[in-house]
């Protein structure tokens, strides 16, 4: 049976009816594999779901994407290298300080979050 997988605002043209301007587009996986992008009325229409359940595998699809990209950010050596030299902070280090302390790990960090969040798709502040 077809899945919804997510919305698209950058793909505005229905690939069922050709309408075009359309604020966003569901993305469709069919039972043969191929993605299409449908407007909302469409999908509901051609996959025989309700809005309700097509809403609801989007969210369910977008959180597993989420977690999925979380999980190998923690799984990173630059977050464990960031966590590890938190760690080993002295307590009474605070401020300015503290923060040059961690630098180096808290940009590779950054970087490493920025490069999976691209991966999956998402911001980096999506990442957890």
Do not use: W
Request: net charge neutral; charged share 25%.
């Amino acid at each position: 049976m077809a899945k919804a997988l997510g919305t698209d605002d950058s793909i505005t043209t229905c690939d069922c009816c050709g309408k075009s301007n359309l604020k966003l587009t569901v993305t469709i996986e069919l039972d043969c594999g191929e993605i299409v992008h449908y407007g909302t009325t469409c999908a509901a229409r051609n996959t025989g779901k309700s809005s309700k359940q097509i809403n609801s595998e989007t969210r369910t699809e977008a959180a597993r994407i989420r977690d999925a990209a979380s999980a190998e950010y923690r799984a990173s050596t630059e977050y464990k290298a960031l966590m590890a030299k938190l760690q080993s902070r002295p307590s009474n280090m605070l401020g300015r300080t503290a923060m040059e302390f961690i630098a180096a790990e808290d940009a590779a960090d950054t970087q490493a979050r920025v490069r999976i969040a691209e991966k999956f798709g998402l911001k980096s502040y999506e990442i957890h």
